[in-house]
């Protein structure tokens, strides 16, 4: 038995280092919790900290315990009853009672409403995109699959479903909230480091919920300021022929039965608003890198790229005229 | 009468008449080959259930290796979007229906009357109809599969996804239809585990010298009869809707998607401690066995086991902690949650510390049992960092809960089952497993589960959501997705060895085991036969075979109770519930074919329903209520024999009716289950009405006014009255009377069904106007629905009385209509105050 053991011994202590170097390489990634963007994913991450290290030495302390029990002597193990009171019901109730404490100064500090100096945007889950607004009334902003937010400043984000539950989670800003058909949840987050974090659907939604993903960009105040300006302005008058021409195509095609692009005459909203597209770094809730080619593929081929999702494949027989819409959109910046 | 239990005249030194085990012999005799669809026998249909939930086990198991495959590596295209879906919804549906509850109670089914020295559970037919429909249920369950009609909502069917508008196939109802007539089965077994073990004790063992096992039988069986309710409510809500249109969960009318979840965990999470407590007694059965020394705190183990029971129902929320639910109620339910890991705590370092204290036998067993107590307390403690609110946002529906959740249930349920299987084999075949093939066997299931299941906390954390059918190749997670799939192979293989383990050793291999090859303590070990044992022991220790060495041999030679079968026929001694004094023999049905066809109808019943064969699915519904009459019809069968001398001076009758009686007991259970769901019925009127006041009557004049109240109630007391008179008449033994006291009640029952939706039909509300209406006339079907089952009751209870088998001394099938008639008209009267007085006050 003890050469066996031995030989765990050695493997776990193996697997261990290894399993250490594989988190450190893999920390980083853009949907990851375990790098934080911000104040939010901050707190959570110190608290995961916490809780691995205090769970990691209560596992090794109890499977200590647990191989002294199987391999010394009987007359050798100190106490019986005392650990089942000890251990078993002390313990975990002083611990887990300071845990506790712990634990709701974090959630209550995190679950706090946001003040009135942040910034308000209304995310709204559909099978399997995301419809997202800046402001409300006549002023509001609509835009799809890509949110932009200003560093430092605390965003309170409104979310809702339009048809099935959906979960709006940013691993990289904070946890997740979920989207509930008749539910207006709200989640305020933080972004402290300007870069791209990918969110992803986490409630199961139904055929394409594994291709339901959205990109928050976080940037410096001025630059998302621009970037606000911009997106208030109707998508501009093509000068080049060709993307006029595109822009017919697509106006022709029937896209704006469901599609909105503002200063045309698509205005559409059972799908993503589309003024500007182009700008985007992804397209279809994050399923492929955006450009005219993409777009032309998208629009050919929907449903081959992503069966069952709302929008149907065009099979357009003449090739020009289908790189000519993508090219207009691409130009929607 | 009642001699004292420590009489000293057991064991009986008198030599036993040669013919008792001829008897014995003959009437506890298995029909051979078809033969064995009619047996009621606990060891046959024992082994029958836990095969087929094994078979199960490795269907759904197949099903995880498709899927692992597919996210082997990033953006593979093995399986498609639909196929994935339908194989982890029918993997995780498998897994927790068809396998996990399923095989603790066909474990129980197998082993409890043996570690009770019982002949048999109470209702061996019934066990067997649950068996059988368990087994059809499940089999076309799975074979939906194969018709690509599978459901493909996730095992936890959150609508409004798995509404008719966005699941308009019958994919949905196969989950709704096939898993909530299983949980009929799983209750039927609830009731013959909890009814087995207050009643079917050996003579002697008071309740603290219960084994532990029976204890975790005990609560578990319990858990079930508050927990499954609501998930079979829930299904049925869904189904109506779906079908009727009514919106119980539609936003827009009124209702809410939260109930369902709400509803669903009710159940659900109870049903995590319903898997993993039997497999924890199972282990605070092995432990004292392989260390050779009594539990270390049994008495608090036994707390802790009732303790979970509690606690698990007071958890459910926090499946819930992302779904916006207020602040407070989260903390509430965040420190229920950690709470419930101090019994958990408790029975981890009792277990370690008989360990401590005694000298450990290395079997294939104590390897499992190691194993076992390495993965559920790494388990244990993610389940604390999910029960931390903030953490638990991160972590929700990531992959950190796909490797807390199987490290939680295969760590605490299936690996503690397999070292049963290595444990108590020879109780099956009287010889053991190869210890060879079994060590291999658990270290591939042990490395291979880790390499599976530990990297998911890091690609959770890293981001990854469950249920997705592919991932992009850019997220840094497509090592740790391979390293899972690699192992989940490895830990199939471990599988697969046990299987075929089994198997060589089915067919004959493997070294015969000494009678009582671990030296237990407990009395599964006593020799038996298709009997069971001899003769029942008398019971005065919590490890009888260690305090009595002679007792296996006492037993065997007939010295104890019940050596024969003094009338003839298949019987046990059912004893009190608390002090296991014997107070009656039982006697026992045989084998039949009405439980059969009864399992065989219901499941077609169902199967025409999903298939949406409505008209067609009456016929197998008509036999299966014809077949259980037909099994139940010889049953009651009154004092047709004298007071029989059963051992140790106690002579006792062969039929008690009333309190006493085992079927009392088990239509009790059964109205606790009814109770139960009746509840989960106005908490739905509640939490629709807290949600969505608005689509509730405002104005008191549309309302039915409270002569409807008035007079419903009073329809329920005169029904009620009209059964006491019919019981009176029973007692006095004036059968017209009561025939016409009976019928008189029906009818009135009738009247107050009918007129109970009548007024809100004569005001135009409709079903599918709103959550107000769709609630309200939920209340009036479920009552509509007792008085149907009263119907049948009723019309079986006159036929017995026509064929002469009911009197004042023969009873017990009248009494049993009368509890259901009595809570169904209390429960007909609750329903009308709630409808018509709630609306009145809440304006």
């Keep these: 038995m003890g050469r066996r053991s031995g030989h765990a011994k050695t493997m776990g202590r193996t697997a261990g280092l290894a399993g250490g170097l594989v988190w450190l390489a893999a920390c980083d990634g853009p949907q990851s919790a375990l790098q934080a963007g911000g104040r939010d994913a901050e707190a959570i991450l110190e608290l995961t900290l916490v809780l691995f290290i205090g769970g990691g030495a209560i596992f090794l302390a109890v499977m200590a315990l647990a191989g002294y029990a199987v391999f010394a002597r009987p007359e050798r193990f100190p106490g019986a009853r005392f650990w089942v009171i000890g251990g078993g019901i002390v313990f975990p109730i002083v611990t887990l009672t300071a845990l506790q404490i712990y634990e709701f100064a974090v959630a209550r500090r995190l679950s706090a409403p946001a003040g009135p100096e942040a910034l308000r945007v209304e995310v709204t889950g559909h099978m399997w995109w995301w419809d997202v607004r800046y402001g409300d009334g006549p002023e509001q902003l609509r835009t799809a699959n890509e949110i932009v937010i200003p560093a430092g400043r605390p965003v309170e984000f409104t979310v809702k479903a339009a048809d099935v539950i959906h979960a709006f989670w940013v691993p990289g800003l904070g946890g997740k909230i979920d989207m509930i058909p008749g539910h207006a949840n709200r989640l305020v987050l933080v972004a402290d480091k300007p870069g791209v974090y990918r969110g992803q659907c986490a409630e199961y939604c139904g055929a394409q919920h594994a291709l339901m993903a959205f990109d928050v960009i976080v940037e410096p105040p ?41 200063g045309t005459d698509a205005a559409g909203a059972t799908g993503p608003d589309l003024t500007h597209v182009g700008g985007r770094r992804q397209l279809a809730a994050g399923t492929l890198p955006n450009g005219a080619e993409a777009l032309a593929g998208w629009i050919a081929g929907a449903q081959h790229i992503k069966p069952e999702n709302r929008m149907p494949s065009f099979p357009i027989a003449d090739g020009d005229n289908l790189r000519a819409a993508a090219a207009w959109l691409e130009s929607l910046k | 009468m009642t001699p004292p239990l420590d009489d000293p005249g057991l064991p009986s030194p008198l030599p036993r008449p040669p013919q008792e085990i001829a008897t014995l012999k003959r009437v506890w005799w298995a029909r051979p080959g078809i033969g064995l669809l009619t047996a009621v026998n606990n060891q046959r249909i024992g082994v029958l259930y836990i095969g087929t939930a094994l078979l199960f086990f490795a269907i759904s198991g197949l099903l995880a290796l498709a899927m692992r495959a597919q996210l082997a590596v990033p953006e593979n295209d093995l399986l498609d979007h639909g196929t994935y879906n339908q194989f982890f919804t029918v993997h995780g549906t498998g897994m927790m229906f068809l396998f996990a509850v399923p095989v603790v109670e066909a474990i129980g089914v197998y082993l409890l009357p043996a570690m009770l020295a019982a002949r048999d559970l109470p209702f061996p037919r019934l066990s067997a109809f ?62 013959e585990i909890i009814v087995g073990i207050l009643r079917t004790r050996p003579p002697g063992m008071t309740l603290d010298k219960l084994p532990i096992y029976a204890w975790s039988m005990l609560v578990m069986a319990g858990m079930i009869v508050f927990a499954f309710p609501a998930v079979i409510v829930a299904t049925l809500l869904l189904e109506i809707e779906r079908v009727f249109g009514w919106p119980f969960f539609m936003a827009e009318q009124g209702g809410d998607p939260l109930l369902w979840q709400h509803l669903f965990w009710f159940f659900g999470h109870p049903e995590v401690y319903i898997i993993f407590l039997p497999a924890a007694g199972l282990v605070s059965m092995m432990v004292p066995t392989l260390a050779q020394r009594p539990l270390v705190g049994h008495d608090w183990v036994v707390l802790a086991l009732v303790g979970t029971g ?23 339910f965040s420190a229920a949650s950690m709470a419930v890991s101090v019994p958990a705590g408790m029975q981890v370092f009792a277990w370690i510390a008989t360990f401590g204290k005694g000298r450990v036998q290395w079997t294939v067993a104590t390897y499992f049992l190691l194993g076992f107590l390495f993965i559920f307390v790494l388990g244990g403690l993610t389940g604390v960092m999910v029960a931390v609110i903030p953490f638990d946002w991160q972590a929700h529906d990531s992959y950190f809960i796909v490797a807390h959740l199987h490290y939680v249930l295969i760590g605490g349920m299936v690996f503690p089952v397999f070292a049963g299987i290595y444990y108590w084999w020879p109780t099956l075949t009287s010889r053991l497993l190869s210890e060879r093939l079994g060590k291999w066997a658990f270290w591939l299931m042990f490395l291979g589960f880790n390499v599976t299941f530990f990297p998911m906390h890091l690609s959770g954390l890293l981001g990854m959501p469950r249920r997705v059918y592919t991932y992009p190749g850019d997220l840094g997670w497509d090592a740790l997705n391979m390293v899972s799939t690699v192992g989940s192979f490895v830990l199939a293989l471990g599988v697969l060895l046990v299987f075929a383990d089994m198997a060589r050793n089915a067919l004959g291999w493997g070294e015969p085991a000494p009678q009582n090859p671990w030296r237990a303590g407990t009395l599964e070990w006593i020799p038996n036969d298709t009997y069971a044992t001899r003769s029942i022991p008398r019971v005065s220790s919590l490890y009888p075979l260690w305090d009595n060495p002679r007792l296996s041999r006492e ?65 197998p519904a008509v036999l299966a209520i014809a077949s259980v009459f037909w099994w139940v019809w010889d049953l009651d069968k009154g004092e047709d024999h004298p007071p029989q001398d059963i051992g140790g001076g106690w002579r006792v009758p062969v039929y008690v009716q009333g309190p006493e009686s085992h079927s009392w007991w088990a239509v009790v259970v059964l109205l606790l289950v009814d109770g139960t769901a009746f509840a989960c019925l106005i908490f739905t009127y509640l939490f629709l009405w807290t949600v969505s006041p608005e689509v509730w009557p405002t104005d008191v004049a549309v309302l039915p006014g409270l002569e409807w109240l008035a007079g419903g109630v009073a329809l329920w007391a005169l029904g009620a009255g009209a059964m006491l008179a019919a019981s009176r008449a029973v007692a006095r033994n004036r059968p017209w009377p009561m025939r016409i006291a009976l019928v008189i009640g029906f009818l009135l029952l009738l009247a107050a069904a009918v007129l109970q939706p009548y007024p809100h039909i004569q005001s135009g509300l409709k079903g599918a106007d709103s959550a107000y209406g769709a609630a309200v006339y939920m209340l009036a079907a479920w009552q509509g629905f007792h008085v149907a089952v009263l119907l049948l009751m009723t019309g079986y209870t006159l036929a017995r009385s026509f064929a002469g088998k009911l009197h004042a001394r023969r009873r017990v099938t009248f009494d049993n209509t009368m509890l259901m008639w009595h809570y169904s008209c209390g429960q007909g009267a609750v329903a009308l105050l709630l409808v018509h007085l709630f609306p009145r006050l809440a304006v």
């Design chain 2, 130 to 191: 649950a068996f059988w429909a368990y087994f059809f249920g499940g089999v076309s369950f799975f074979c939906s599969l194969i018709f690509d009609a599978a459901p493909d909502g996730g095992w936890f069917m959150y609508p409004p996804l798995t509404s008719s508008r966005f699941s308009p196939g019958i994919n949905a109802d196969f989950w709704l239809l096939g898993i909530g007539f299983i949980e009929i089965s799983a209750i039927a077994g609830a009731i």
């Design chain 2, 310 to 332: 509690f606690f698990s129902f007071g958890l459910w929320v926090h499946h819930m902690f992302t779904t916006g639910i207020p602040q407070l109620s989260l903390s509430f």
């Design chain 2, 555 to 619: 037993v065997e030679e007939g010295g104890h109770f019940l050596p024969g079968a003094p009338t003839n026929r298949r019987e046990t001694i059912v004893t009190s519930p608390i002090e296991a004094k014997p107070q009656y023999l039982m006697p026992m049905p045989g084998p039949h074919w009405g439980h059969f066809l009864a399992g065989l109808f219901t499941a077609a019943h169902f199967l025409c329903l999903t298939v949406q064969w409505y008209w067609l699915s009456i016929l």
């Design chain 1, 222 to 262: 001025d630059r998302f300021e621009a970037w606000l300006a911009n997106q208030r302005r109707p998508a501009v008058e093509p000068v080049d022929p060709a993307l006029a021409a595109g822009r017919e195509a697509f106006l022709s095609l029937g896209c704006g039965a469901c599609h909105t692009v503002r």
